[in-house]
């Protein structure tokens, strides 16, 4: 009897006597050896007579039961082949159930496993027209009853389609299984046996008869060939169209699974004798199978002439080189990588990520959205920060990062980065291992494809000798690295001792060297290359035959300090002037700061600060963790608890904060990612030393006396450089979208260095976060809170305060009052009047009581807190006074002055108070009139015309712009009182740390103040410190797109026709990066003044606009209309305006399509790149879910004028490389940032509205062809770059999607993307892949 469905019914009509009758035609054809073919005609009128509909689910199982194995005769299985090919019964659940039955006796049944393959092989293709059979749904499902794929591979049983695609693998398993095991090799494999049935049962073995020796060698030899034709059908199946492409799906959605498969495979090719013997597949070619499997992009549309898939496919790879000689370079590919290099070193910001993470991160995305190798990859990065270098050879003077934060930049940030890119391949866990297990005869682990990468960038970069030639200040390290070289490839050894007491001119040969020779001295110092380096074709410039024979007897210096030579002052100079080479060096170091005498710690901090910090670029990553380690010491062992151990370390403390104070040195920790670690260690130092009274004093070894108040003033300087804290209220969180970088509060810091803390736990992080974690551990392996530092966390919620609301709160007769009347009157002690008059300077809120005391020698004895949080109210009183008469101006300066001379730390408060009073607007104007305040009209109007100027050489016009006239200057009353205070300061390195504080904040104050405040702080600045003109004139220019927002339209544009070549700009001479952020200030000149190229004004601009919404609406204007400009460029007038008008659109011969896209490539890029840096994550997700799909609603008049077809086209792509990597930038390829966690609703928004557009549920009025344009590139990217992306969106959004591009003819995109959307699309992927290719 037929064997009974497990669904629980037959179904297609019948009962038990229509399958008896069954089986007796077929018995009594098989005797009377009948003609298949009647015999199957006959048994269709009879089921069709019965109700059965055909195929028939319930016969397959009829007819298997037949023949195994009481039927296995050949003219049985004609009947089964005639069943199948005139599909009475379904051949794909025939097939599954005899695999059940004939696979695993395959060696008792050899006749039956051949006969069962040829069938297999005759049907296993013929999928199109079983997927469109009546009982699709319910033949499937039978064979999931059969072979139980839903729970095997974990599949949705519900759906026909992937149980297709989950039948397909398991034929690959089965006979892959059923092949080692024949040969056996399935021992090899880990589990030692197959998931499928391969082995008989006991019964079945028992039923059988004993062949005699003749009949037993046929069928060994019958069974040798049936283990070849096996292997075979897996190699057929992995290469034909529809069943690979079907085959990927597995590799994609079943991952487990496939890593065993490919095992297998590997295994089988390696070790099979049978595969050897095959004459129509090798080894080789069985395991390449594996590799051409390709998902949705078919090799016939990669190759495809038609322009709209060429276009396609150049967004999602390198441009051809056609492309890139027309107005861009192959280093275009990097353009936002330069932007970032370039944004990283602005020293008005100090960033609490590392510079390892943020460029870790975007050149994985650029590499994924270009398509480039590791070799372009690294060649690209080497190259952007070459070029960062280049731009400050000749840097203007003023109070900004100037070169080393740079060489930092390029010789230990960028090594860093690659040393972890080339760690993360060389550990990561490969296919055989990535599920826990392993083969014994996996071969060694050789260096990864990155190294060699590596290995051949810095070769070919070799060929760019204008990016290698060295700045001056670094002339001396390029000879002396290349002297090393050249003294190795000779065969002279000799150590660095050498180098330390002989002058390079004394070299017999030239010694000069680049930049390159530098970047090879810092991958071979991190073992990312050995020496061979030295012996690339022309690193050296020849062979030294013997060394100099004067050699000057030991000096100072690095290897006489390693032999034991103690730490003399003329040691320490040396040390401080030359950077250690070593780890081993700086560990000595370190040890004599936390073990040596007092003088030695201060030494040894001494050293650490010096050339070491800023040159030594080799060992800069230990360097500073050294000094933040330095400023968190450990208790002594006889600590008692009392006191604060780190009063003992003061001195050493003090030297270390006055060592990093420098703006160059924060950048440095800034871009190591030290910055949360440097604020957490400076808290505790500001709590301890803030709380002691100032008689407290110390005596350096040079003789210098240092209170308690320098102390904490030189940390309290320094933390406060690490936020923005001294911003007006509107950048503190208040609107839609904040300021980028407002969120860099004590707290923000604090809580990164705790994640860098709990990151340690996490044993799958990269080396960079295991270098963070270290550092943030070095203080405390436990988290910090504000709330550990009680003082410091009152002052800051009194700033807090101070800049949100008016001053307020000062009660009379308490300890704070009593030390607001103290400082008054220490402040303003020389004014020649009745104390009366003195008493009567403060102000309402803070009127004080009591004589002044003029004894300049008693001043408050106070703790430094205690002082800062009366600074307010003195300040307050001070500038009530001044408005109202009873100070001059210039007392009120000297005043001020004397407040911050004798606590410097009152500066930030004085600051803040300011900040928050400018922002108010209710004082008077002061009138800078020469008499009562300084007059600017010496040199105002020189400063004005150099703006007027700057902005003009850089394209930007504003008629509004006028000077000053004959108006009297005027600055509202506090900001004229700060100005003053800080022109009172000396421009020397002891004021210099105090500046840096007081210089950004007054910048801020003047920008945010009518035009034209910031050109009259700028000239009297600039009458002081002439020598600082340029960078005070650039400065006060920047201010200008703060109260004009055409200036930042002129600005974006320029940017835009800078970097695309649209017209001969005098800026434009070259294109590209060059021609965005120029070559530096002062390194060419244009009518008496340096023209700023507009990618540099603009980095330096974007962080004080806050309508970032209407930047991100521009960009996307200024993109669009930037194409029109490139599809018509190079054009006649005329003909261009018959090309406007033409519907037919331009010849793809007259402007070439591959050059075309790569500079709206180029353009794309670019306005990713501004939106991305300008508004952050904020404004990513505002233009993918608010303006973009705004845009496309709304109906363009100067789209529809300008409308052709390739201006359509290449708008369309456009925008969509726009939104892409704009998205890229902000949340990654992957889902390794945090970023990456808010992007499933952002994008799963942009998908839906693309889905309803398709749909017809919205209405467009964007031209049809850039609509069609943008979502076949859309998807096609993130098909291409960012798959990962497709996993987070909705399946039924896919599908909509799938189906919408299916009518547009688009079926291999469509497949590509349901292809990567998961297992929820799996199905629906393996149908149309059937439906198209079949």
């Not at 008896?20 to 015999?39: C, F, H, I, Y």
Request: charged share 20%.
């Amino acid at each position: 009897m037929a064997a009974k469905l497990e669904d629980g019914g037959s179904g297609g009509g019948g009962g038990d006597d229509v399958w008896d009758n069954v089986m007796e035609v077929t018995k009594v054809a098989q005797e009377k050896g009948s003609d298949p073919l009647l015999w199957a005609v006959q048994l269709s009128s009879s089921l069709n007579s019965a109700g059965v509909s055909l195929p028939s689910v319930e016969l397959a199982h009829v007819l298997v039961s037949y023949i195994c194995w009481d039927n296995n005769v050949p003219i049985a299985w004609k009947f089964v082949e005639k069943a199948l090919t005139l599909r009475i019964a379904p051949p794909l659940l025939l097939l599954a159930l005899l695999s059940t039955r004939v696979i695993p006796n395959r060696r008792l049944q050899p006749a039956a496993y051949r006969l069962y393959m040829e069938l297999l092989k005759r049907h296993i293709f013929q999928l199109k027209c079983q997927i469109h059979g009546p009982d699709y749904p319910k033949v499937m499902k039978a064979i999931d009853a059969v072979l139980h794929l839903s729970e095997i591979f974990g599949l949705s049983a519900s759906e026909p389609g992937i149980l297709v695609a989950g039948y397909i693998f398991s034929v690959l398993l089965q006979l892959l299984d059923a092949s080692l095991d024949d040969e056996r090799l399935l021992e090899l494999t880990p589990e030692r046996k197959s998931r499928w049935p391969t082995k008989p049962l006991e019964m079945e073995i028992d039923g059988h008869d004993v062949y005699d020796e003749e009949r037993t060698e046929y069928h060994e030899r019958l069974r040798n060939m049936n283990t070849v034709m096996a292997i075979e059908i897996i190699g057929q199946i992995l290469q034909n169209k529809v069943t690979s492409r079907i085959v990927y799906l597995a590799h994609r959605n079943l991952r487990t699974h496939w890593v065993v498969f490919i095992q297998r495979l590997r295994l089988l090719g390696a070790n099979s004798s049978a595969l050897k013997s095959s004459t129509i597949l090798t080894p080789e070619d069985l395991l390449q199978l594996t590799s051409d499997i390709h998902p949705g992009l078919s090799q016939e549309c990669k190759t495809s002439p038609q322009p709209k898939f060429d276009a396609v496919l150049a967004f999602g790879s390198l441009a051809s080189s056609a492309g890139l000689r027309h107005g861009a370079s192959r280093s275009a590919l990097w353009l936002p990588l330069d932007l970032v290099l370039e944004d990283a070193l602005d020293g008005y910001q100090v960033n609490a990520t590392s510079a390892i993470e943020i460029i870790t991160s975007l050149i994985k995305t650029l590499q994924a959205i270009n398509g480039t190798t590791w070799h372009e990859t690294f060649l690209g990065l080497w190259i952007a920060a070459l070029r960062l270098v280049q731009r400050e050879r000749d840097p203007i003077e003023g109070p900004m990062p100037r070169l080393d934060p740079r060489l930092c930049m390029l010789f230990s940030i960028t090594t860093l980065l690659i040393a972890d890119l080339i760690d993360e391949e060389e550990s990561a866990p490969n296919d055989e291992t990535e599920c826990g297990f392993t083969y014994h005869w996996k071969e060694k682990k050789v260096p990864g494809k990155r190294r060699n990468d590596l290995v051949s960038s810095l070769q070919v970069l070799g060929d760019y000798q204008g990016l290698l030639t060295p700045p001056q200040s670094v002339v001396s390290a390029a000879n002396q690295a290349a002297a090393k070289a050249m003294l190795f490839v000779s065969g002279i050894d000799v150590g660095s001792a050498y180098f330390e007491c002989i002058n390079m001119k004394d070299m017999p040969v030239n010694c000069s060297g680049n930049l390159r020779h530098l970047i090879v001295e810092a991958c071979i110092a991190r073992n990312l290359l050995d020496t061979s380096a030295y012996f690339w074709p022309g690193y050296v410039n020849g062979h030294i035959n013997q060394i100099p024979n004067t050699v000057p007897a030991q000096v100072p210096g690095w290897s006489s300090f390693m032999k034991g030579a103690p730490l003399t002052p003329l040691m320490v100079n040396a040390l401080v002037s030359s950077p250690a080479s070593s780890l081993a060096e700086l560990d000595k170091v370190f040890e004599i700061a936390i073990k040596g005498a007092d003088d030695e710690k201060i030494f040894a901090a001494t050293v650490l600060c010096g050339a070491s910090l800023i040159r030594g670029w080799n060992i800069q990553e230990h360097t500073v963790q050294f000094i933040t380690r330095l400023l968190s010491p450990p208790a002594p062992a006889d600590d008692d608890g009392g006191e604060s151990h780190l009063i003992g370390y003061a001195p050493m403390l003090n030297v270390l904060m006055v060592g990093i104070s420098p703006v160059d040195c924060v950048q440095i920790f800034s871009l190591h990612g030290l910055v949360p670690q440097l604020a957490c260690s400076l808290m505790p130092i500001c709590e301890v030393f803030g709380s002691c009274v100032p008689n407290v004093s110390w005596t350096l070894p040079t003789g210098e006396a240092i209170s308690a108040h320098a102390v904490f003033s030189n940390a309290f300087a320094l933390l406060l450089k690490l936020w923005r804290f001294n911003h007006p209220p509107i950048e503190h969180g208040v609107g839609d979208v904040p300021t980028v970088g407002s969120q860099l509060t004590p707290e923000y810091l604090l809580s990164v260095r705790n994640s860098h803390l709990l990151s340690s736990q996490s044993i799958h992080q990269d080396r960079n976060k295991r270098r963070l974690s270290a550092a943030a551990s070095s203080s405390s392996p436990e988290p910090i809170f504000v709330d550990s530092f009680p003082k410091l966390k009152v002052w800051y919620r009194q700033h807090q305060r101070c800049i949100a609301a008016t001053l307020s709160g000062l009660v009379h007769g308490t300890q704070v009052h009593q030390t607001v009347d103290e400082l008054l009157s220490m402040m303003f002690r020389k004014i020649n009047r009745a104390s009366e008059g003195l008493n009567s300077v403060a102000s309402g809120s803070s009127s004080s009581s009591g004589p002044g005391n003029e004894d300049s020698s008693l001043r408050p004895k106070l703790p430094a807190w205690d002082i800062l949080e009366a600074v307010p109210f003195v300040v307050d009183a001070a500038l009530t006074g001044c408005a109202h008469g009873r100070l001059s101006p210039r007392e009120l300066a000297t005043g001020l002055k004397d407040l911050a001379d004798f606590l410097p730390a009152s500066l930030a408060t004085i600051v803040s108070y300011f900040s928050a009073e400018v922002s108010r607007g209710v004082w008077k104007p002061a009138f800078m009139n020469g008499m009562d305040w300084p007059s600017p009209a010496t040199n105002l109007t020189n400063v004005e015309e150099h703006i007027k100027k700057i902005l003009a050489t850089t394209g930007i016009d504003i008629p509004s712009l006028a000077a000053g006239g004959t108006s009297p200057a005027t600055l509202p009353l506090p900001l004229a009182a700060f100005l003053s205070l800080t022109i009172t300061y000396k421009i020397d390195k002891a004021s210099e740390r105090f500046l840096n504080l007081a210089g950004p904040a007054l910048e801020s104050l003047a920008a945010g103040c009518p035009w034209p405040c910031m050109p009259i702080v700028a000239s009297l600045w600039t009458q002081k410190a002439k020598r600082w003109f340029d960078f005070l004139v650039f400065s006060a220019s920047r201010t200008v797109f703060l109260h004009n927002s055409d200036a930042v339209v002129q600005l974006l544009k320029s940017c835009f026709t800078a970097t695309l070549g649209l017209n001969s700009n005098p800026i434009s001479s070259n294109v590209g990066v060059g021609a965005l952020l120029g070559h530096g200030f002062g390194s060419h000149f244009c009518g008496g003044i340096s023209p700023v190229a507009p990618g540099i004004l603009y980095l330096r601009v974007y962080r004080s606009m806050r309508d970032i919404l209407f930047i991100t609406e521009e960009i996307v204007s200024l993109l669009m209309h930037s194409v029109r400009e490139i599809a018509f460029s190079g054009l006649p007038q005329e003909k261009m305006e018959k090309l406007k008008a033409s519907k037919n659109g331009m010849r793809y011969g007259q402007v070439s399509l591959a050059a075309a896209i790569t500079r709206v490539k180029l353009a794309a890029s670019l306005g990713a790149s501004l939106v991305w840096l300008s508004g952050g994550l904020g404004s990513v997700h505002s233009l993918i879910y608010e303006t973009l799909p705004s845009w496309f609603i709304s109906v363009h008049k100067s789209e529809h004028k300008y409308s052709n077809g390739l201006v359509s086209m290449l708008g369309g792509y456009a925008l969509a490389y726009f939104a892409v990597l704009c998205g890229a930038l902000a949340w990654g390829v992957d889902s390794s940032s945090l970023a990456s966690k808010r992007r499933p609703k952002i994008l799963g928004f942009h998908m839906e509205f693309l889905a309803s557009a398709l749909d017809g549920k919205i209405s467009l009025g964007c031209d049809s062809a850039t609509w069609h344009a943008y979502v076949s590139g859309f998807m096609s990217l993130m098909v291409s770059c960012t798959p990962t992306w497709v996993l987070e969106v909705d399946v039924e959004v896919l599908k909509r999607l799938s189906k919408g591009l299916k009518q547009w003819n688009e079926e291999e995109l469509a497949i590509a993307l349901l292809g990567i959307g998961g297992l929820g699309t799996m199905g629906a992927a393996a149908e149309l892949i059937i439906e198209k290719d079949s």
